[in-house]
């Protein structure tokens, strides 16, 4: 069995790798190819291109890539109508994969797409284009699936691999001893994991810590920066807010940052489930290019009463959300501090948090393996 595959950045790379695994215990000869990243590779795809190729975001940010973007689809297209795969799956980089999921579609492979598009959150058209890309959904989300179901389009409810994977308790003692903290509270801030982000975020978090260290000189802080690139920016982000000091950085190790925190100031975007499924009360805020946060608005593209998956799925405000000028230094400081003073607070929402655990652990990469089985034996 020949399986193509086509991953958009690190995240997709984590989910392709589980999906191969997965596969290869029920088809040990399956072959695996495409856009991949290292953890796809080590699973035993073959790379045809790297996965961060496709990491780009927002409305604007991408246009320059697209001649770039067009050349490598039509050459997958190309070698794939030549040397058709049984099933062809596209994790996430939707304005990517369904362009190429319609064209393998046409041609007679079957189609699966890995990650619903957030069509509940905005572009809510984009589920013709789903119906047009995809034989299967596969959806991560549990208010997903309902909506396909009305709009005639095949998707299945997997559960989210972040539940599977990330530990139900964690030693908070044994997380700072390991980070080499001192007594006293301990803040991770998280400013996100690509250079757009941190370039907007990083000052902002770094002028809230510094706020919040002036009002507490016991309080810690600790960072994690995905790539040497981004730990310099940081480390110039906090000496120009001067809180360097009070600082740990780590390379990489979300996970470990927010398991020794007792508040997480993150990016809205996965960290915020990965914070909830931690039990860590969290203060999201998020920022885009100012001419993408007008044509949202302009278009009315947005329509979510929130924005952090922990809120929408439990359809209560559990994570403080601050977005473009309401994400200020003196409002996210006061949100963190609000969550440090109040330990009751805390942990009724990690209570919260724990019951959301068991709505979307429930084993996805083997559900998403069976899935796309499925389609590829039809």
């Given at each position: 069995?020949?399986?193509a595959?086509?991953?958009?950045?690190?995240?997709?790379?984590?989910?392709?790798?589980?999906?191969?695994?997965?596969?290869?215990?029920?088809?040990?000869?399956?072959?695996?190819?495409?856009?991949?990243?290292?953890e796809m590779?080590?699973?035993?795809?073959?790379?045809?291109?790297?996965?961060?190729?496709?990491?780009?975001?927002?409305?604007?940010?991408?246009?320059?890539?697209?001649?770039?973007?067009?050349?490598?689809?039509?050459?997958?297209?190309?070698?794939?109508?030549?040397?058709?795969?049984?099933?062809?799956?596209g994790?996430?980089?939707?304005?990517?994969?369904?362009?190429?999921?319609?064209?393998?579609?046409?041609?007679?492979?079957?189609?699966?797409?890995?990650?619903?598009?957030?069509?509940?959150?905005?572009?809510?058209?984009?589920?013709?284009?789903?119906?047009?890309?995809?034989?299967r959904?596969?959806?991560?989300?549990?208010?997903?699936?309902?909506?396909?179901?009305?709009?005639?389009?095949?998707?299945?409810?997997?559960?989210?691999?972040?539940?599977?994977?990330?530990?139900?308790?964690?030693?908070v003692?044994?997380?700072?001893?390991?980070?080499?903290?001192?007594?006293?509270?301990?803040?991770?801030?998280?400013?996100?994991?690509?250079?757009?982000?941190?370039?907007?975020?990083?000052?902002?978090?770094?002028a809230?810590?510094?706020?919040?260290?002036?009002?507490?000189?016991?309080?810690?802080?600790?960072?994690?920066a995905?790539?040497?690139?981004?730990?310099?920016?940081?480390?110039?982000?906090?000496?120009?807010?001067?809180?360097?000091?009070?600082?740990?950085?780590?390379?990489?190790?979300?996970?470990?940052?927010?398991?020794?925190a007792?508040?997480?100031?993150?990016?809205?975007?996965?960290?915020?489930?990965?914070?909830?499924?931690?039990?860590?009360?969290?203060?999201?805020?998020?920022?885009?290019?100012?001419?993408?946060?007008?044509?949202?608005?302009?278009?009315?593209?947005?329509?979510?009463?929130?924005?952090?998956?922990?809120?929408?799925?439990?359809?209560?405000?559990?994570?403080?959300?601050?977005?473009?000028?309401?994400?200020?230094?003196?409002?996210?400081?006061?949100?963190?501090?609000?969550?440090?003073?109040?330990?009751?607070?805390?942990?009724?929402?990690?209570?919260?948090?724990?019951?959301?655990?068991?709505?979307?652990a429930?084993?996805?990469?083997?559900?998403?393996?069976?899935?796309?089985?499925?389609v590829?034996?039809?």
């Amino acid at each position: 069995m020949k399986i193509a595959m086509v991953a958009g950045e690190a995240s997709g790379d984590l989910l392709g790798a589980g999906l191969i695994r997965a596969i290869r215990e029920r088809v040990p000869g399956a072959v695996f190819e495409g856009v991949a990243g290292p953890e796809m590779i080590e699973a035993g795809c073959v790379r045809l291109e790297d996965a961060e190729t496709l990491a780009v975001m927002g409305l604007i940010e991408p246009l320059r890539e697209i001649p770039r973007l067009l050349r490598l689809r039509r050459s997958l297209i190309q070698r794939w109508r030549d040397s058709p795969p049984d099933v062809f799956v596209g994790i996430d980089a939707p304005d990517f994969n369904f362009g190429l999921e319609k064209k393998l579609r046409r041609s007679g492979i079957r189609t699966v797409h890995y990650v619903s598009p957030s069509i509940w959150a905005w572009r809510a058209g984009r589920i013709n284009t789903v119906r047009e890309a995809a034989d299967r959904v596969l959806c991560i989300l549990p208010f997903e699936k309902p909506i396909y179901d009305e709009n005639g389009v095949d998707a299945v409810f997997i559960g989210h691999p972040k539940a599977d994977t990330i530990p139900s308790f964690v030693d908070v003692e044994s997380a700072r001893q390991v980070l080499g903290l001192d007594e006293g509270q301990v803040v991770a801030v998280l400013p996100g994991s690509r250079d757009s982000e941190v370039s907007r975020l990083g000052p902002l978090f770094a002028a809230a810590s510094a706020r919040l260290a002036r009002r507490d000189e016991r309080l810690h802080f600790v960072t994690p920066a995905a790539t040497p690139k981004l730990r310099a920016m940081i480390e110039a982000q906090l000496e120009q807010a001067g809180v360097a000091e009070r600082f740990t950085i780590t390379d990489g190790g979300s996970i470990d940052a927010m398991a020794a925190a007792d508040v997480v100031l993150l990016a809205s975007g996965t960290a915020a489930l990965e914070a909830a499924l931690l039990g860590k009360p969290t203060v999201a805020a998020y920022r885009v290019a100012a001419l993408t946060a007008l044509l949202v608005r302009l278009l009315g593209l947005l329509k979510l009463e929130y924005f952090t998956i922990p809120n929408l799925l439990t359809e209560t405000p559990l994570v403080p959300e601050f977005i473009q000028e309401a994400a200020t230094p003196e409002a996210l400081a006061e949100a963190v501090a609000a969550l440090l003073a109040d330990p009751d607070r805390r942990q009724a929402i990690t209570r919260r948090f724990n019951e959301l655990r068991s709505t979307l652990a429930l084993g996805a990469d083997a559900r998403a393996a069976r899935a796309v089985l499925e389609v590829a034996n039809q």
